[in-house]
């Protein structure tokens, strides 16, 4: 995937670009599939528990079904292959890892909204901006409640500033903007990827409409995100790139 010199800059100026149809049909229709068999397999373990909402998961309404790279080929194919490095190349440099990966579903006429915050703001502590690659599996609309993305300029912020966030009654969403600018909506087909900093400000909308809105997440970081008191790794820090070059580890090749 060529990445061009406007993307970059756009990237650097404005916090995101957009590559649209970047992905394979083989690369979507897997991931559509693998999102299907997790969806029935989370709603089963929220009515064994008899819950409702289980973090900021709403039963049948909006779930983030995150980490089951390392227990799915087809997912973990997706993850370290040549797309995502050269995203990741462009945006981050030679160096990257795999920090963090999930589904972003919300369910038929029920899928509900998601407020501002930077994926930096859930955290929890200063660090070095990572990488947010947002890959929409259906065809995104304001309707379905597609992604939202507020500029570096638009919300009055350098690229690295990280604002305090306050958590959402009744969501539990962070919340870290409050103004009125209501951000540019990624209008964009199945299979297209919208690239952005974990400190670009963004949100979505609810689903109004009659089918379910999928999206996957793929985040990584130029180098291993700790906790705040260094003890340990926050998440992962799977080598996608090292000194330019791309590593498929072995959980990539066989799911295990």
Same mark, same amino acid.
């Given at each position: 995937m060529n990445i061009s010199a406007e993307q970059i800059q756009q990237f650097r100026e404005q916090g995101y670009f957009i590559i649209e149809r970047a992905m394979t049909e083989e690369q979507l229709e897997g991931l559509r599939a693998e999102c299907g068999r997790y969806v029935a397999k989370y709603e089963s373990e929220m009515e064994a528990k008899g819950v409702t909402t289980l973090g900021i998961n709403h039963y049948k309404?909006? *779930?983030?079904?995150?980490? =089951?790279?390392?227990?799915?080929?087809?997912? +973990?194919?997706?993850?370290f292959s040549e797309l995502m490095a050269?995203?990741?190349?462009?945006t981050l440099g030679d160096n990257a890892y795999l920090f963090n990966e999930q589904y972003v579903v919300k369910a038929a006429e029920k899928g509900i909204k998601f407020a501002w915050?930077?994926?930096?703001g859930y955290i929890g502590h200063y660090h070095r901006p990572y990488l947010s690659c947002w890959c929409a599996l259906d065809d995104m609309s304001v309707e379905n409640g597609t992604i939202f993305v507020l500029s570096y300029a638009d919300a009055g912020m350098a690229s690295d500033d990280l604002f305090d966030h306050v958590v959402e009654e009744g969501t539990n969403d962070k919340v870290g903007y409050t103004g009125?600018?209501?951000?540019?909506?990624?209008?964009?087909?199945?299979? +297209?990827?919208?690239?952005?900093?974990?400190r670009t400000l963004? =949100? +979505?909308?609810?689903? /109004? /409409?009659?089918?379910? =809105? =999928?999206? *996957?997440l793929a985040q990584y970081s130029a180098e291993p995100i700790m906790e705040k008191d260094g003890s340990r790794l926050r998440a992962q820090a799977v080598p996608l790139l090292i000194n330019g070059e791309r590593v498929a580890p072995e959980y990539a090749n066989t799911g295990t």
């Open positions: 309404a909006r *779930y983030f079904i995150a980490n =089951r790279g390392n227990e799915s080929p087809i997912i +973990s194919g997706f993850l050269d995203i990741a190349r462009a915050h930077q994926d930096s009125s600018n209501p951000g540019a909506p990624c209008i964009v087909p199945a299979g +297209s990827v919208v690239v952005f900093s974990s963004h =949100r +979505s909308g609810p689903n /109004t /409409t009659a089918n379910m =809105r =999928r999206s *996957y």
